[in-house]
Every structure is written in C-alpha cells, then in structure tokens.
C-alpha cells in the first residue's frame, strides 16, 4: 500500500499510525487533523489540567515508534470520494489514498433546547475548551456543571478543588446513575457532598458564573456524507473495524478506530455500540491498522471495554458495559470509601467497577473476555460477515 491518510489527529489516527508501522507498512503516511496541535491527550484535560496540576505544554502524546508521517493540521476533512479514492478538506485541497483510516473521534454534545441560547453553556471537549475554562475556575466563582455522567463528574470536582462553588445537576436522582447504579452513584454524591458539592436534579433558577453542559458526546461523522456509509449516531462497522456501505456491505481500503466507530459488540449481544473510553481507542488502533494492511485475514475486534476516572482523591475504574446490567455489590467500606461492584444481564456478568480498589477487577476482566469469548487469540477468530444482530 503506497499511500494511507489517517483522517483525526489524536489518540486513534496516531495509535493507528504506530500500528501501521509496526506492521511493516513503508509507504506515505498523512495524518490529517481538524485542531492545530499535535496529538495529545485528552483525560487530563478534566483533571490535572483543570485543577492546574499540569499545563498544555505536558499533554502531547508520546510517540511509540519514529512515524515518518506528514501531518496536515488545523484544516477540516469535508468529503470522502470513495470511488476516487479521495477526501476533500475545507480549504479545497484533495489529498489521495491507496487506504484510509477513519479516527474523528467525537465532539462535546450541546442539548438542543440550549444550542440557541445565549450565552452558550460552556463544553470541555478540546485542549483549547479546557484552558479556556481553567482560566474561570477562580475561588468563590459559582460554577454550574449540567450532566451527571463521568465527565461531568470529574468537572464538577476538579472545579471544587479550584475553590469554586459547584453546582452538580444531573437528570437522575443521583450522579453516575445511569452509567453506573446507585451502589457506586450513592458513594460518587457522598464524595461531592463532603468536598461541598451541592447536587440538583433540576436546573435551579439561581444565577451562575459559568454553566458547563457535560451532557455526553457526538460522532463527528458529518465530513462522510454522500460517502455511501452507514452514519446513524456514529461510523456504522463490521467486527472488523471496515465501515459498512448502505448495501450493508464493509469496505476493504477503509477501518476505522476510536470514538467515531458504532461496531457490534458480543457483550451487547451484538449489537452495535459506541464506546467512548481511551483504551478502547488504543486497542481499536492495532486491530484497524493489521486490518487495513492485511485485508485477507481481517481479526474482529473483541476487547472488553475500560475506563477510568478521577475524582478528588478516589480512583474509580471500570470494566465492561456496566450500565447494561443490575448492580450486585460485592465488598464496601463506606469509611475506607471502597466498593467493588458487579453488573450482572440475565445471569451473565456484563460488567465490573470498582471505587479505591483497583486491584480486585482482574478477576472479573478475565471472566468477562472469557465468558463473552473475547480477546482470545488470534487464530480462532475470523470477522465472519458484519457480526451485527438487531435485538
Ligand atoms: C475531557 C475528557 C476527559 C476524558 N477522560 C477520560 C478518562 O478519564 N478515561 C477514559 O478512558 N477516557 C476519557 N476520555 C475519552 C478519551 O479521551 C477518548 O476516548 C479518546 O480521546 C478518543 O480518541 P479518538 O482519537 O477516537 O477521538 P478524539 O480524541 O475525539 O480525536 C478526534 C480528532 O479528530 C479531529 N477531527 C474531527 N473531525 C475532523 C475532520 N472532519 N477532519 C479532520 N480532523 C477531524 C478532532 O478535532 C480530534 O482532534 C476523556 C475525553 C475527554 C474529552
């Protein structure tokens, strides 16, 4: 293959890059990106960088191997010419392929009763989000975050730390609910209630400073239109990381890793899901890259998803789709602030997280991939059609 553009400059477009090479790819690669920085990393942004822990200069994502690659930054993919082999980008240029990667990850979700309100509600997606927001976390500033997932979470608490006060509203009745339960959703409100948090279910009437709408992310999958794809809340894919055509077919010169990708998932029955978490973006690089290169074998991608997540000094980590299952706790120290629970569908594990307990979840990641039969090895597993069942 002479010619690969990687479309997204960040933890995917540049793992797969890596990958790429490491595969023994030797031909042109160009990695095109919408921000003008290099890669970096974006979890820090919600935390060290917020609480002032860390500044810009440090977030640049190491390179694992020398890439030899063109970067071309600060410029938008607007088109895909699939039978030219082709994308356009916003200031006119074409830039040819021989193969693509598609890694455009996601952009911060505004709630469509609020896009038209002025002012906006701040969101935290971009390095250019964060130090912008930073810079208004002084103490005593009220600072309202809207959304009780993790990132609005971590938000809220990072504000805390700066000497804000913090309002946390969240739709349920409890932050986390939705993604985690109310075991590991009752601990993360008592964490904010002892920084000084105060927690709402309804947006109060009371002015605020700043407002952060953290209410969840967008597949940036718009520059795909009129490609022919399957674009329905994120780049629709086979097990296999190759986007899926509209004639339901997957493309053999074009994969796709990270945030941007809905591909069938065997904890989900099969059904096709997003998984917006840094390691996932990580392990989709090497499996999108081996499948580009070598289009003969392709391997499905099986990896058990994970995240984790910072939260004043309690260290929360997660395994699976836990927000798929029934919480079932399975060890608790209310004043240690540890807690292991389990996500359990129909008898069947789906998930694990664990609050200051890092060291139990092994058992249940190696549970999971063996129950679900993913990540075995790579010999007996084969993509075997899309993978994709509708439940
Ligand atoms: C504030 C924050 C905190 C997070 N914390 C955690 C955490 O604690 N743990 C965890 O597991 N995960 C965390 N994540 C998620 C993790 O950072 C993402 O899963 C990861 O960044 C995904 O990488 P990606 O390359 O797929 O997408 P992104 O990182 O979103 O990168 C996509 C890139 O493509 C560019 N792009 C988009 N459209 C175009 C276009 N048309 N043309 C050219 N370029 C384009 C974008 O500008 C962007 O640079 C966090 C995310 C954020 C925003």
Request: charged letters at 20%; one cysteine or more; proline letters at 7%.
């Amino acid at each position: 293959m002479r010619h690969v553009v990687v479309v997204g400059a960040s933890l995917a477009g540049l793992r797969t890059s890596e990958a790429l090479r490491r595969h023994g790819h030797r031909g042109r690669i160009t990695i095109v990106g919408a921000e003008p920085q290099l890669p970096y990393d974006r979890p820090p942004l919600s935390k060290a960088l917020l609480t002032g822990r860390t500044t810009a200069d440090r977030l640049q994502l190491p390179r694992a191997t020398e890439l030899e690659a063109d970067f071309v930054l600060g410029v938008r993919a607007v088109s895909l010419d699939r039978d030219g082999r082709e994308i356009g980008l916003a200031n006119g240029r074409k830039i040819p392929y021989d193969g693509l990667v598609i890694a455009t990850g996601a952009r911060a979700a505004v709630n469509g009763a609020r896009a038209g309100t002025e002012p906006r509600p701040w969101t935290l997606r971009s390095l250019a989000d964060a130090v912008a927001l930073r810079d208004r976390l002084v103490p005593r500033q009220r600072i309202r975050v809207v959304g009780g997932g993790f990132l609005g979470n971590e938000i809220a608490a990072a504000a805390r730390q700066r000497g804000c006060e913090v309002e946390l509203v969240t739709r349920g009745k409890l932050p986390l609910l939705a993604a985690a339960g109310e075991p590991v959703a009752t601990l993360v409100a008592e964490l904010h209630r002892r920084a000084g948090v105060t927690l709402h279910m309804k947006n109060p009437q009371s002015p605020a400073d700043v407002t952060i709408a953290a209410i969840g992310a967008k597949p940036n999958v718009e520059w795909l239109s009129g490609a022919g794809l399957q674009l329905d809340n994120g780049l629709l894919c086979d097990r296999c990381l190759r986007p899926i055509t509209q004639d339901g077919e997957p493309v053999s010169n074009i994969v796709a890793a990270g945030d941007v990708v809905r591909w069938p998932h065997s904890l989900a029955g099969g059904s096709p899901i997003t998984v917006g978490h840094w390691s996932n973006a990580v392990d989709q690089a090497e499996i999108a890259a081996r499948n580009l290169l070598f289009p003969d074998r392709p391997l499905p991608f099986t990896a058990v998803p994970s995240y984790w997540s910072d939260l004043y000094d309690a260290r929360l980590r997660a395994i699976g789709l836990p927000h798929l299952g029934s919480p079932v706790v399975e060890e608790h120290d209310p004043t240690a602030m540890r807690l292991v629970v389990t996500y359990w569908q129909d008898s069947e594990l789906v998930g694990a997280i664990t609050i200051n307990r890092t060291s139990r979840l092994a058992p249940y990641r190696t549970a999971l991939a063996k129950h679900h039969q993913v990540g075995g090895s790579e010999t007996d597993l084969s993509c075997g059609g899309t993978g994709l069942s509708v439940r």
